[in-house]
Nanobody, 119 residues
Framework: QVQLVESGGGLVQTGGSLRLSCAAS????????MGWFRQAPGKEREFVGCISWNGANTWYADSVKGRFIISRDNAKNTVYLEMNSLKPEDTAVYYC????????????WGQGTQVTVSS
């Protein structure tokens, strides 16, 4: 079993920054790609970005490219989402998830952390 726990959400003004963390426990963390997703009220969940198992590669949605940075520390079983130049449209619940087999199929999800960007 894998448990993912997000933290670091909160209220921030437009243009501000936040760093989210996702701590993993349970089975092996370091061997898996990890993803970040978000869901705004009344909208479907959307992909934010992901990071390869060794941190060598990252991929981002166009909406966050150049503003968000994903990193990981396998020694701490933690993946991070650094969010800069935040906009009101970034307001959402943010989730981390584990990629089952590197094909973009995510099997374990955290409970989410709320990020609110005020205008």
């Amino acid at each position: 079993q894998v448990q993912l726990v997000e933290s670091g959400g909160g209220l921030v003004q437009t243009g501000g920054s936040l760093r989210l963390s996702c701590a993993a426990s349970g089975r092996t963390f370091s061997g898996y790609n990890m993803g970040w997703f978000r869901q705004a009220p009344g909208k479907e969940r959307e992909f934010v970005g992901c990071i390869s198992w060794n941190g060598a590669n990252t991929w981002y949605a166009d909406s966050v490219k150049g503003r968000f940075i994903i990193s990981r520390d396998n020694a701490k079983n933690t993946v991070y989402l650094e969010m800069n130049s935040l906009k009101p449209e970034d307001t959402a619940v943010y989730y981390c998830a584990r990629d089952t087999d590197g094909t973009g199929q995510f099997d374990y999800w955290g409970q989410g952390t709320q990020v609110t960007v005020s205008s």
